[in-house]
């Protein structure tokens, strides 16, 4: 899953270049013949390092030889001549600071744009620095295309705000769609999976920093530098597409998470007792409509546990 940059992806590339005189190699004539001198600079942006921050450990070092591969398998199959692109890298700095790799992510775009090396763009390793470098880079020249593993999240989707970003993983609208079919109570399901329960008493515990009920206690919140720093995580853009997903259906959800969908955020990487969890889960367990000792004895709940590193 780490490694999606593949042969598909340079494909997608290929199929934006077109060049003058290419006549000897195999290249279908492209219907629009935009003459594009060569080398097709392209810039890669991703974390030089592995870090706490990135789920998916995705780094620069992973992913140069994927790409240097599929490079070489292009020009091996005469599709490209050799020399047909100019790969250059700019760390996020995704490892340093969640915040600020989305500065670094759009100030290396910037650069690359300036000095004429910006064709297209690949990687990513964090869904903000994605969001905002797609957002700018919409507006460069034509539009820059960028591909990438990253940016799960529903809010990409958006074709008007992101007309150029390609995403090789889906998103997680696509996860909210199978859960929905699957576990949520449905007037009309498409799908019949032959389920006799369909639950209607849904509670989202996840891990997410910044919503965290366990969060510590911020001395200087109100300068804005805390509530900024802390992202959210995977879990909650999770929840957020399934939430998003499931009123869109309308009926049921859409009625009953109108003014606010039951869920408890916690910090998965704070110490927690027992106790603690047990208190959560009363929390969740109230939201739902239902006794704590029902959770347990009349599976009418169903709790969506959301956890970055399974250490809950
Ligand atoms: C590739 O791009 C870099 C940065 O613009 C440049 O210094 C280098 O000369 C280029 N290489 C080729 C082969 O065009
Ligand atoms: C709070 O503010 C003080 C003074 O500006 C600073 O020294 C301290 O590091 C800050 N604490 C945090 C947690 O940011």
Redesign the pocket.
């Known amino acids: 899953m780490k490694y999606c940059y593949c042969v598909a992806l340079l494909l997608a590339l290929y199929h934006t270049v077109v060049t003058a005189d290419l006549s000897h190699w195999r290249i279908p004539r492209a219907p629009r013949a935009a003459a594009h001198r060569l ?1 097709y ?1 392209v810039l890669l942006v991703l974390p030089d390092k592995e870090s706490n921050n990135d789920k998916f450990g995705l780094t620069m070092e992973k992913a140069k030889p994927v790409i240097d591969i599929a490079i070489e398998d292009i020009i091996k199959q005469q599709r490209m001549p050799p ?1 047909w692109i ?3 890298y700019h760390d996020s700095r995704y490892w340093e600071d969640t915040s600020l790799a989305e500065r670094w992510a759009t100030t290396g775009v910037v650069e ?1 744009y300036c ?3 910006l064709d297209a763009i690949l990687g990513f390793a964090d869904s903000y620095s994605l969001a905002t470098v797609a957002k700018v880079s919409a507006g460069f020249g034509n539009g820059i295309p960028i591909l990438t593993t990253a940016g799960l999240t529903s809010q990409i989707g958006s074709k008007k705000n992101y007309p150029y970003l390609i995403r090789m993983q889906g998103s997680y609208r696509q996860m909210a769609d199978s859960i929905y079919q699957l576990i949520a109570y449905n007037e009309n399901p498409i799908v019949n999976y032959n389920l006799n329960t369909k639950y209607k008493n849904l509670v989202f515990m996840y891990h997410d920093k910044r919503r965290a009920i366990n969060r510590q206690l911020i001395t200087n919140a109100s300068n804005g530098d805390e509530a900024d720093s802390v992202v959210s995580s995977h879990c909650y853009f999770s929840l957020y597409a399934i939430k998003n997903y499931f009123a869109e259906q309308g009926g049921y959800f859409k009625e009953a998470w109108k003014i606010q969908t039951p869920s408890v955020a916690f910090d998965e990487e704070l110490k927690r007792t027992k106790e603690d969890v047990g208190e959560w889960l009363k929390i969740a367990s109230n939201y739902a409509n239902g006794g704590f000792l029902q959770l347990f004895l009349d599976s009418i709940i169903w709790v969506i546990v959301l956890s970055e590193n399974s250490v809950f």
């Open positions: 080398p600079n020399n100019n790969l250059t690359a000095e004429r090396r």
